[in-house]
């Protein structure tokens, strides 16, 4: 699927975002509990605006999760009215802008908004674009058996079954040739 920059990018943090919480993982362990964590998702994820690299807004980042974890347990018609209280608890106001790299995209907050503010907007303009492009069937998780981790298929096929982040595709594929063989054997 191909969604143009900044909405690709802002799937992809969001995907990140949610991972960390521990209802993602499947040791029940939160990824994002200092700021030294929020750097490092912050240095894969870069945003423009003031960011504070405090306290505060470790918990301010930290207490978006779960609105924006939200959206992967709902379909396109249940996704309308949590994107839309996004963007109206944030205060949305699109407007063009450039800057660094990037050609004109929209931000739909001020730079002066809290980053959580920021990155819950920029997430719930993203999913505007997947609920308007009928492509929120892409909203999955992950299928690996012992795996809880969201993500977003963006093949061009639609066929990605497996998250980025525990190597389950491979790990599954390992698997399912163990039982194979094992089968094989015992025939």
């Known amino acids: 699927m191909v ?10 943090a ?7 919480h521990p209802s993602t993982s ?9 700021v030294a964590d929020l750097d490092e998702f912050l240095r894969v994820h870069p945003y423009t605006g003031g960011i504070r690299h405090d306290e505060a807004e470790l918990a301010e980042m930290r207490d978006i999760r779960g609105r924006l974890r939200a959206l992967w347990d709902v379909d396109r018609d249940g996704a309308v009215p949590l994107v839309n209280a996004m963007l109206d608890d944030g205060g949305a106001l699109p407007r063009l802008v450039i800057h660094d790299d990037y050609d004109w995209h929209v931000h739909a907050t001020s730079d ?7 990155i819950l907007v920029e997430a719930a303009m993203a999913f505007v674009d997947v609920v308007r492009s009928d492509e929120y069937a892409r909203v999955r998780l992950c299928d690996a058996d012992d795996c809880r981790s ?13 998250c980025d982040t525990g190597n389950c595709g491979n790990r ?4 399912a040739y163990r039982k194979r063989q094992a089968d094989r054997e015992s025939a």
């Open 3 to 12: 969604f143009i920059h900044d909405t690709r990018s802002a799937l992809l």
């Open 150 to 162: 969201v993500y977003i298929d963006m093949s061009r096929n639609g066929s990605k079954r497996y």
């Open 26 to 34: 499947s040791e029940g362990e939160d990824a994002l509990t200092t």
């Open 14 to 20: 969001t995907v990140d975002l949610v991972n960390t």
């Open 172 to 175: 599954m594929n390992v698997i």
């Open 112 to 118: 002066e908004a809290p980053l959580a503010t920021r």
